[in-house]
């Protein structure tokens, strides 16, 4: 609970009066804060409408990034392994050889699996990664207070998983949105303030070089 104000004298009025000690009159009602209880149950609330996908279902595929970048790694480390001397050494290239191939074979989509892929979101002030369902559909990251509009649910037991599901949102309702939008019309105003300003100079340069 806050202090609140009251109406006719502006005085402060602690959360266990009910009068205004300056004038009487009586104290507003009390604003509560919601607790991390109400917020989880209204959170839950709302994901309830969001479509659920089960993680089996989903095969994600890396980035074209990604596999352009494991491909060059795989030249880099046969030469490397053909340059190295010591066994050891060349047993660990080559089981960092295996990680590698491991990432690149999953470009391969195995029937009845859904590809997802993902593109990194580059901007002055954020770098996320968006994924991309295979309708081609753009999602981020919920916010924490924010609502879902896809939920990927993976199993209970499943290792190395710190939550059970993600909560995707598409990437035109988030605020990534809105930040593009805003840096591209800033832009486009930065752009007419050159050639206004190019402009300016230009006629300027005209007059002194007139005899």
Not at 116 to 126: G, L, P
Request: net charge positive.
């Amino acid at each position: 609970m806050f202090p609140r104000r009251c109406k006719k004298c502006r005085c402060y009025i602690a959360p266990q009066l009910h009068r205004c000690p300056r004038c009487k009159k009586t104290a507003p009602a009390l604003a509560t804060k919601p607790t991390k209880e109400d917020k989880s149950a209204a959170r839950a609330k709302r994901d309830a409408k969001a479509p659920v996908v089960q993680s089996k279902s989903i095969h994600w595929v890396p980035s074209k990034f990604a596999l352009e970048a494991h491909t060059n790694m795989v030249d880099e480390l046969k030469r490397r392994i053909d340059k190295e001397e010591s066994a050891r050494m060349r047993n660990v290239l080559r089981s960092e050889m295996r990680s590698v191939r491991a990432t690149l074979d999953r470009a391969n989509v195995p029937p009845g699996k859904r590809p997802w892929t993902s593109e990194d979101f580059h901007a002055k002030k954020a770098c996320i990664s968006v994924f991309i369902s295979p309708k081609n559909r753009r999602y981020v990251l919920a916010e924490k207070e924010g609502s879902a509009d896809l939920i990927i649910e993976y199993p209970k037991k499943r290792r190395y998983v710190g939550m059970p599901f993600i909560r995707l949102q598409r990437f035109e309702k988030s605020t990534y949105a809105r930040m593009a939008k805003k840096e591209k019309q800033e832009e486009v105003v930065h752009k007419k303030r050159k050639k206004v300003k190019a402009n300016a100079r230009a006629k300027k340069r005209a007059l002194v070089e007139k005899p």
